[in-house]
T-cell receptor
Framework: DADVTQTPRNRITKTGKRIMLECSQT?????MYWYRQDPGLGLRLIYY???????NKGEISDGYSVSRQAQAKFSLSLESAIPNQTALYFC???????????FGPGTRLTVT | LAKTTQPISMDSYEGQEVNITCSHN???????ITWYQQFPSQGPRFIIQ???TKVTNEVASLFIPADRKSSTLSLPRVSLSDTAVYYC?????????????FGGGTRLMVKP
C-alpha cells in the first residue's frame, strides 16, 4: 500500500464550486504539505503543517484553506473554485529533522 | 530566501555521466542542499542531500565546493529511465517556507 495517498486522483468541477482534496499518510510523519504544479513549472507551496495544531501559509495560499484533522490527514479546500486553479496538486509528508519529503501521486484538478 | 538557478534543459546519451549544476549564491549558513527527481504526472522523489564537500549514495553523487555557492548533481551512466526533471532546493529544515522552493528544475533528456 502507498505511504501517501490522495483522493480524488482526478476531478473536474465548475467555477464557483467548493471542492476538497484529501491526503492521508501512514508514515507517521508530523509534517505535511500541499503544493500545486502548473504545466511545465515547478511546485509551489500552498500550505504546510508541522503538527495538528500548527498550520502555516505557503507561497500561494490565497483562495485555499486547509484542515489537519489528525496526524495522518491533511485536507485542502478550494472555497470557490476558479479556472486558474486548474493544476496538479501534490501532498507531501516529512519527518522532523529530515530533508526527505515523500509525495503522494497527485490530484489533477480541472475547473471549467 | 536562497534562490537557485539551474539550466532549463540538458541532453545526454545512455551510458554517459551527467552533471547538473545549481547556483545558489546567497545560501545561508544553516541551509542544506537537496535534489529531487520528478517523472511526468508523478510527485517528486528525493535523490540526495548534502551540506558540504561530497555525498554519494546508490543513485547519485553531490559535489559541493567550499564556498557552497553552487552544487553539482552527478548521475553516473544514465539510462533512458533517468529522463526526468531534476530540482535543486536550498534551505533550512526548521524553516519550511524557506526550504520548500522548487523552482523550474532541469529537464534531462537521455537519448539512446
Amino acid at each position: 500500500d502507498a505511504d501517501v495517498t490522495q483522493t480524488p486522483r482526478n476531478r473536474i468541477t465548475k467555477t464557483g464550486k467548493r471542492i476538497m482534496l484529501e491526503c492521508s499518510q501512514t508514515k507517521g510523519h508530523d509534517r505535511m504539505y500541499w503544493y500545486r504544479q502548473d504545466p511545465g513549472l515547478g511546485l509551489r507551496l500552498i500550505y504546510y503543517s508541522f503538527d495538528v495544531k500548527d498550520i502555516n501559509k505557503g507561497e500561494i495560499s490565497d483562495g485555499y484553506s486547509v484542515s489537519r484533522q489528525a496526524q495522518a490527514k491533511f485536507s485542502l479546500s478550494l472555497e470557490s473554485a476558479i479556472p486558474n486553479q486548474t493544476a496538479l496538486y501534490f501532498c507531501a509528508t516529512k519527518r522532523e529533522s529530515s530533508y526527505e519529503q515523500y509525495f503522494g501521486p497527485g490530484t489533477r484538478l480541472t475547473v471549467t | 530566501l536562497a534562490k537557485t538557478t539551474q539550466p532549463i534543459s540538458m541532453d545526454s546519451y545512455e551510458g554517459q555521466e551527467v552533471n547538473i549544476t545549481c547556483s545558489h549564491n546567497n545560501i545561508a549558513t544553516n541551509d542544506y542542499i537537496t535534489w529531487y527527481q520528478q517523472f511526468p504526472s508523478q510527485g517528486p522523489r528525493f535523490i540526495i542531500q548534502g551540506y558540504k564537500t561530497k555525498v554519494t549514495n546508490e543513485v547519485a553523487s553531490l559535489f559541493i565546493p567550499a564556498d557552497r555557492k553552487s552544487s553539482t548533481l552527478s548521475l553516473p551512466r544514465v539510462s533512458l529511465s533517468d529522463t526526468a526533471v531534476y530540482y535543486c532546493l536550498v534551505g533550512d529544515e526548521d524553516n519550511a517556507g524557506n526550504m520548500l522552493t522548487f523552482g523550474g528544475g532541469t529537464r534531462l533528456m537521455v537519448k539512446p
